[in-house]
């Protein structure tokens, strides 16, 4: 069945990177270094919430922007400084409060510094993505954003997380259904642990796909 027209079609990369298609058009969030080597190849668009290498694999990236000359990059100021020079024009910086609109998609953006892993570690800066007023991912951090989120990317498990965290998150955004990402690390022994408490304490539909899997939103 062909999908509606501005329908949102959602495949899950590895870990924290996600492909979202519509109409012929393809936008992907945070290629990093656990997800695959062709995660950004044929994509429109790359968004990219932060700098850690997990989020950002600069070789990725490089091979989706020499793949379609006209494919462009928006995020950070700290991820842009990286290629701004290497693809001019292209490569576009963002932070909290702003939206734009490319290739069929509009975004806007929410949030600015990374979940604290420590406190002896400094905080970087990190920025959440809203696409098409439905699709939220928040990269690494318990971004809220200042308008309803119908999906959450949700990060599942990481260093800077407890689950305790991850339920009152889904609580706190609502969205009609969340989807776990950043789950490269959670062993399959732990999963049916947050699937269960998650779905029982988080006030959302909550599910999980496979690297690949395919979703209609």
């Not at 490089?62 to 000359?69: I, V």
């Not at 024009?89 to 510094?113: I, M, P, Q, Y």
């Not at 007023?133 to 990269?139: K, L």
């Not at 999963?191 to 269960?196: G, M, S, V």
Request: hydrophobic fraction near 40%; charge should be negative.
């Amino acid at each position: 069945m062909n999908a509606s027209p501005g329908a949102l079609t959602l495949t899950k990369k590895t870990h924290s990177c996600v492909r979202i298609e519509k109409e012929g058009r393809v936008l992907v969030i945070d290629p990093g270094g656990f997800s695959e080597d062709d995660a950004a190849l044929g994509a429109d668009i790359v968004l990219v919430t932060h700098e850690h290498p997990d989020h950002f694999n600069e070789a990725r990236l490089r091979a989706g922007l020499e793949a379609n000359p006209a494919a462009e990059i928006w995020t950070l100021r700290s991820v842009a400084e990286q290629l701004s020079a290497a693809f001019p024009g292209r490569v576009h910086t963002v932070g909290d409060g702003d939206a734009f609109s490319a290739a069929g998609f509009d975004v806007t953006v929410h949030g600015e510094l990374h979940a604290v892993i420590h406190p002896d570690i400094p905080r970087i800066t990190n920025v959440g993505f809203l696409v098409d007023g439905s699709v939220f991912h928040p990269g690494d951090a318990l971004t809220v954003p200042d308008r309803p989120v119908d999906t959450l990317l949700l990060p599942v498990m990481a260093p800077w997380s407890k689950i305790s965290e991850v339920i009152d998150y889904v609580r706190e955004v609502e969205p009609r259904r969340a989807i776990d990402v950043h789950d490269a690390l959670l062993t399959d022994l732990a999963r049916p642990i947050y699937d269960h408490q998650i779905g029982a304490l988080g006030g959302a539909d909550h599910g999980r796909l496979a690297p690949g899997g395919t979703t209609e939103l």
